[in-house]
C-alpha cells in the first residue's frame, strides 16, 4: 500500500498561503526529491488552481525563472495523475487530471491500494479532512524563518475525534533556516 504524505510550506506563525511568501532557493531541492518520489497529487479546487497551470506553464516557458523552479516544474509534470476534490470545478485542464466530487475517505483508500509511488496531498483544507479521517500516514512541514501575520494557517479549523499523535522521524535544517520536519502516525 502506497503512503499518503502532506506536505506543506509555512511560516513560524502558521501561516501557509503562498500568496504571502515563496519558498527559498535551498528548500527546492528538498521539494523536487519529494515530488519524483510521488505517483498521484491530491488538491482541493483552490490549491488544483495555484499549481495548474502554474508549474506547466514553468516547464513549458521557463525563461526568467529559477533554475530549481524549472527543475520542480519538470519533476510536477512527470507526475502520472492529478486527483482534484471539487463540488465547483467545471473540468480537468488536461487527460491526467480527474475531478472527484464524491466521498474522499473511499477515494483515497481506493487510491493508496493502487500500484504506484506516494500520493502527495497538498493545501490545507482537503489535508485537514484526510488528518481528521485518519488518513495520511506522513506530515513533512517545512517551516520558514519569518512571521507573516496574516493568511490561512495550518489546521485552521481542523476538527478531529481525538488528538493525533505523530512522531519526529527527521528533521533537516537549511542553510537559510528553514527546517523541513517529516512525521508518522504513531
Not at 491526467?96 to 493502487?114: A, F, G, M, Y
Not at 493568511?151 to 481525538?162: C, H, K, S, W, Y
Request: glycine letters at 6%; one cysteine or more; charged letters at 25%.
Amino acid at each position: 500500500m502506497r503512503k499518503l504524505v502532506f506536505a506543506i510550506n509555512t511560516s513560524l506563525d502558521g501561516c501557509c498561503d503562498h500568496t504571502k511568501f515563496y519558498p527559498n532557493e535551498d528548500t527546492m531541492g528538498y521539494f523536487i526529491q519529494l515530488v519524483r518520489d510521488t505517483g498521484t497529487f491530491l488538491y482541493g479546487r483552490k490549491t488544483y488552481e495555484l499549481m495548474v497551470p502554474y508549474w506547466p506553464d514553468v516547464a513549458k516557458n521557463p525563461e526568467g525563472d529559477r533554475d530549481s523552479d524549472v527543475e520542480y516544474a519538470h519533476a510536477f509534470n512527470a507526475v502520472e495523475k492529478i486527483v482534484v476534490f471539487s463540488k465547483s470545478l467545471d473540468g480537468p485542464v488536461d487527460e491526467k487530471t480527474r475531478i472527484v466530487r464524491t466521498n474522499l475517505q473511499d477515494e483515497v483508500l481506493k487510491l493508496k491500494q493502487e500500484p504506484s509511488k506516494n500520493i502527495l496531498v497538498g493545501g490545507i483544507d482537503v489535508a485537514s479532512q484526510l488528518a481528521a479521517l485518519g488518513l495520511i500516514d506522513e506530515y513533512r512541514i517545512v517551516v520558514h524563518p519569518l512571521i507573516v501575520g496574516e493568511g490561512a494557517r495550518l489546521f485552521e479549523g481542523i476538527n478531529l475525534q481525538q488528538k493525533l499523535q505523530l512522531k519526529l522521524v527527521e528533521s533537516t535544517v537549511f542553510e537559510s533556516g528553514t527546517v523541513a520536519l517529516r512525521y508518522v502516525k504513531k
